[in-house]
């Protein structure tokens, strides 16, 4: 069935996120020649995932060196895996987009700046960031500024949790 059905919904990649798929799906996306990804963000998972998860994936891709040392340990093709590092390269950023953030929002230099990138989601826990920011403000009269990007299904409820903490938006 799954066969039949990957067949029939004419897909062209399969991009496994960090999780462990059902070892007939790998199988099924080989004999249907559909090309997978796999996108690895800890040792837990390398731990966890198969040894066919990974020998057929078209390439691997990791989120950090020990993780891309840790495929490699464990012999496999050094070729199929593709270290994506999470975060910023704030030199590399700047060289492209040279902005300062400072000046375009009006923060001063002696003002803390905390950012996060992230979808604006309730597992994030950006209300909870917002909360603290409000902590600092009111009751230790720290200045911070939290600059927060990204997009999500909780995006008003934050733009609203930022008023009703009156803090700037």
């Known amino acids: 069935k799954t066969i039949q059905r990957l067949k029939n919904l004419d ?96 923060i001063t230099k002696s003002s803390p700046i905390i950012s996060t990138a992230a979808s604006l989601e309730y597992k994030q826990g950006i209300d909870n960031c917002i909360s603290i920011l409000a902590v600092l403000h009111h009751k230790h009269h720290i200045k911070a500024h939290l600059l927060i990007i990204g997009d999500g299904t909780e995006r008003l409820k934050l733009e609203q949790q930022v008023i009703d903490e009156k803090l700037e938006h």
Do not use: W
């Open 11 to 106: 897909i062209q990649l399969v991009h496994i996120h960090d999780h462990l798929p059902c070892p007939m799906f790998i199988l099924a996306c080989k004999l249907c020649h559909i090309p997978f990804l796999n996108n690895l963000l800890s040792i837990e998972k390398l731990e966890h995932a198969s040894t066919l998860q990974l020998n057929y994936a078209e390439r691997i891709i990791c989120a950090s060196p020990k993780i891309n040392k840790a495929i490699t340990d464990k012999g496999y093709e050094q070729h199929k895996i593709k270290q994506i590092t999470q975060g910023i390269d704030l030199e590399k950023t700047q060289a492209y987009f040279p902005l300062d953030i400072r000046e375009r929002l009006n």
